[in-house]
């Protein structure tokens, strides 16, 4: 699927939380904690940084979070308000990347502590590596 662990689970955790494209927007701290409850025991800035990045268009030629708020700005990409200030819920691209979750088509994993299970990889009908390009130490492939 092209993503990173932290970005995988949070399109994860918001669609167990039914933040759907078509859904109504849902503080992003409700977001994080479920993340990092659930799926990404590490700090709650860089969960949320990662969050943010996604809902960014000028970040990501296509945005997977669709965001209410202060996301930050082209010339200052790291103005973005505080994630109790911000709401957010996927867009119709990530609906795309989970359509085919619950058909079986991909492997599950136990989570931190093994008392939930989380997918290995998204099934992607989309090729999101290419769409969005990715850098950094857990992709496996720099695109840009």
Known sequence: ???????????????ELGLNAAAKYK???RTVGDVLGKFHPHGDSACYEAMVLMAQPFS????????????G????????AAMRYTESRLAKIADILL?????GTVDYQPNFDGT????????????????N????????????
């Open 133 to 144: 390009g990715t850098t950094g130490i857990a992709v496996g492939m720099a695109t840009k």
């Open 73 to 80: 700005a082209p010339d200052d990409p790291k103005s973005f």
């Open 99 to 103: 359509s085919e979750l619950g058909q």
């Open 60 to 71: 990501y030629r296509y945005p997977l979070v669709d965001g209410q708020g202060n996301w």
């Open 27 to 29: 503080k992003s701290a």
């Open 1 to 15: 699927d092209g993503l990173k662990p932290v970005q995988r689970r949070i399109i994860y955790a918001m669609s």
């Open 116 to 131: 939930l299970e989380e997918p290995q990889y998204l099934p992607a009908r989309l090729p999101h590596i290419l769409l």
